[in-house]
């Protein structure tokens, strides 16, 4: 393919790809003899500069644990950490720094929802209503919750686009149900859910909602407010942070209502050997020593991403997301799984006649990093037929370039396998 | 492509699109199945053992081309094989993909010597045997074919 099909390149002013690109040392290296072409950002992303420095700035200058000594260091490391918190809030759009937990990702948030809020309120006959977009992250920890205390677990169906059935969503509603969980973005089908028109619903039963947002950070301008939602979650991998932590929002009098989850130091006002009261929200919910480098460094890679924007980002990675889709096209034999009409840069496809493992591989070949799997959604697998699906995801470093690597190593799939 | 040849070999290919002894064995008494979560891939083996003697075999499943490739070749190389050659046969393809082992005696099995340069994709090469490994291991049952 000689044929330059290179959309043109629209990026928002003061948005330099080649220097957000020199952020990533790991952009540099090359895989099998070619230049990476990462397009597995679903999964995990990578790390810019900035976020390398906030960990050796805090392990060389000023690392200590934290809320637990009068010297100076501890001091340093807990006004960081809280600093990070404040970080959070203003990403988020919450209201208040105490709404912002810290915790090991994702799915600890929601596992710490299902078990707290969830242990505490949840009864026989209740129900708890998903979508069938969900990953396991946001299904399993509600399916579990649900057969402990005998309610039951209710899933909004999909439409062959991949959205959900709004009117399917509305009817599934009713004074039984008491939590409402929702993924901002689709990771295998990348739908964006209208997470307010939903929210709205919900509360109208007096549900409450809780929203997966770990692929919604690093795509979205995310305000907890203006989606309405009570509980919000996310993962620092995933938006250019670290591994390891993650963030619980949940409104204030939801969470001061909340009983602790795990115990232990950190989270306590008072013990005896009789009786122990517990601190207030977030520390009430971050028993132990928390991942205190890990904080501090979501904060540099948050304001890493807030510095570029993410209306500037969104509007790119749609760019992308456009020429991929166009492109794919001219692939014999491939078909898209997800088209709603509301996206993400998340592009998931079968191949007739290739694996997606083998095709995985074949790309591999060629330096380009997809994921082949059935991307901890195997409901949504089932859903559109297929046992796998390749999918490619794009963030805020990819480039035009990367779509046609990823076109070309499709038809040498193509190509060798016939 | 040189490299992606050397996994991706004509048989390997072939048998991906025509797999051999795909389907339900009639009189089976042996069967088990091979489920790789990581992946999805899965694979049920089926074997009718009489005598201590493979006298028919037959897969089932879904995968990619070195699961699908590897189960295809596989029931080619056990039929009519006693169960201790089929376990000796075994030995030497693991051998063959995880130490660099000889291709001696194993036919057209050393197609699959390429899988050796991509670790992750052992687990494929191999899974159709650990089935059929499982179902030897069984005593005889009839096997119900719902």
């Known amino acids: 393919m000689t044929l330059s099909l290179t959309a043109p390149q629209v990026l928002a002013p003061g948005y330099d790809l080649d220097r957000v690109r020199d952020d990533f040392p790991i952009l540099s290296r090359k895989i099998n003899g070619k230049p990476l072409v990462y397009l597995d950002n679903a999964a995990s992303t990578q790390k810019p500069r900035a976020v390398l420095d906030a960990f050796a700035d805090c392990y060389n200058g000023y690392y200590s644990n934290v809320h637990r000594g009068v010297h100076t260091l501890s001091q340093l490391s807990t006004e960081a950490c809280e600093q990070a918190r404040e970080t959070v809030r203003r990403t988020l759009g919450a209201e208040r720094p105490d709404e912002i937990v810290f915790v090991r990702g994702t799915t600890e948030a929601i596992n710490l929802v299902a078990c707290s809020w969830g242990g505490e309120t949840l009864g026989p006959h209740d129900e708890i209503l998903i979508t069938g977009l969900e990953h396991h992250s946001n299904l399993v920890p509600w399916q579990a919750l ?236 089932t859903r559109y037929g297929v046992p796998a699906t390749t999918r490619a995801s794009f963030g805020l470093y990819n480039r035009m370039e990367e779509v046609d690597a990823l076109i070309s190593a499709l038809h040498r799939a193509r190509e060798l396998f016939g | 492509m040189s490299d992606l040849r050397d996994l991706y070999q004509e048989v390997i290919l072939d048998h991906n699109r025509a797999p051999r002894n795909f389907g339900q064995l009639p009189n089976a008494n042996r069967e088990s199945e091979g489920h790789n979560p990581l992946c999805g891939d899965r694979v049920r083996v089926s074997l009718h053992v009489e005598d201590d003697r493979i006298e028919g075999i037959a897969f089932q499943g879904s995968g990619c081309a070195i699961s699908t490739a590897s189960a295809s070749l596989m029931t080619e190389a056990l ?27 194993l036919g057209k099995l050393a197609v699959f010597a390429g899988v050796r340069e991509y670790p992750i994709r052992i687990k494929c090469a191999t899974l159709a045997w650990h089935a059929a490994q499982a179902a030897l291991d069984q005593q005889d049952h009839p096997v119900s074919t719902e």
């Open chain 1, 146 to 381: 649900c057969e402990r205390q005998g309610a039951r677990l209710r899933v909004a169906p999909l439409d062959d686009r991949g959205e959900v059935i709004l009117e399917e969503f509305e009817r599934l509603l009713s004074e039984r149900t008491r939590m409402v969980a929702v993924a901002h973005v689709s990771n295998s089908l990348g739908t964006i859910n209208p997470v307010r028109e939903m929210a709205d619903m919900a509360h109208r039963y007096g549900a409450l909602v809780l929203v997966d947002g770990a692929q919604g950070v690093p795509h979205l301008q995310v305000d907890v407010r203006a989606l309405g939602c009570d509980f919000y979650t996310f993962s620092g991998h995933k938006v250019y942070g670290p591994s390891g932590i993650g963030v619980l929002y949940g409104r204030a009098e939801l969470l001061e209502a909340m009983p602790p989850w795990q115990t232990g130091g950190g989270m306590v006002h008072g013990v005896t050997f009789e009786k122990t009261t517990f601190a207030p929200p977030p520390h009430r919910f971050e028993a132990g020593t928390p991942f205190i480098e890990g904080a501090i460094a979501l904060g540099a890679a948050l304001d890493y991403v807030n510095r570029i924007g993410l209306p500037a980002i969104a509007a790119w990675e749609s760019e992308l997301l456009a020429h991929a889709t166009e492109r794919l096209q001219e692939v014999r034999g491939l078909r898209l799984v997800g088209t709603a009409r509301h996206k993400a840069a998340v592009v998931s496809f079968a191949m007739e006649g290739i694996h997606p493992h083998d095709v995985g591989t074949i790309l591999d070949q060629e330096g380009v990093a997809v994921r082949a799997g059935h991307h901890c959604a195997q409901p949504v697998m």
């Open chain 2, 79 to 105: 039929k009519g094989r006693t169960v201790e050659e089929a376990r000796h046969l075994f030995r030497g393809f693991h051998d063959l993909l995880t130490t660099g082992g000889s291709e001696d005696g």
